[in-house]
């Protein structure tokens, strides 16, 4: 029993080194702003709550932050753990609106793998031309199914500083 024991834990601290370099721990194109342990692990790393933040890539001056869960464990710390399709969501305007380009309603915005193979969650874009805002969705999709779990948040397109003019999203939608 001891020396199966030893060969597990073995296997494990080998899986843990060589799964951390080939799997990411976190968001690759999100800046992690901090992060708070929800449950304890005693050998392998917690389970923690995340939140990172992007600036949308097509549109200057709106930048989203979203929390999402981190399982720990120890396929967690190998980068093998289904992480759930759990997202809060927030973007807001930190700055000018400008679009750099034009895009499609519903365009992603971000997406992070959630699991090994299966499961990305998407932060998507689109535009609401009556009221001038935009609107951002995270959800989850896998590769068989969907999750209903979603989150929404909408950003109206308002003057910043002393810019009067402000652009129209609906003259960046392609059509």
């Known amino acids: 029993m001891l020396v ?18 080939l799997v990411p721990a976190q968001a690759d194109d999100a800046d992690l702003v901090f992060r708070r342990s929800t449950t304890f692990r005693a050998l392998t790393p917690n389970d923690k709550l995340a939140t990172y933040a992007f600036d949308d890539p097509a549109v200057e001056g709106v930048a989203c932050y979203f929390t999402i869960p981190e399982k720990g464990g120890l396929a967690g710390a190998i980068g093998l753990a289904e992480q759930t399709s759990d997202v809060s969501l927030a973007c807001r305007q930190v700055g000018p609106i400008r679009f750099t380009k034009k895009s499609d309603q519903g365009e992603t915005a971000f997406s992070e793998r959630r699991s090994m193979f299966f499961k990305k969650m998407q932060i998507v874009r689109g535009c609401d031309a009556k009221r001038n805002t935009l609107v951002y969705m995270a959800y989850s999709d896998k590769l068989i199914d969907g999750s209903p779990k979603n989150s929404t948040s909408a950003v109206p397109i308002q003057p910043w500083g002393t810019t009067v003019d402000v652009p129209k999203c609906a003259d960046w939608v392609k059509s």
């Not at 597990?8 to 370099?21: C, D, H």
Request: proline share 0%.
């Open 4 to 21: 199966i024991n030893r060969c597990l834990l073995a296997a494990a601290a080998a899986a843990v080194l060589l799964g951390s370099t």
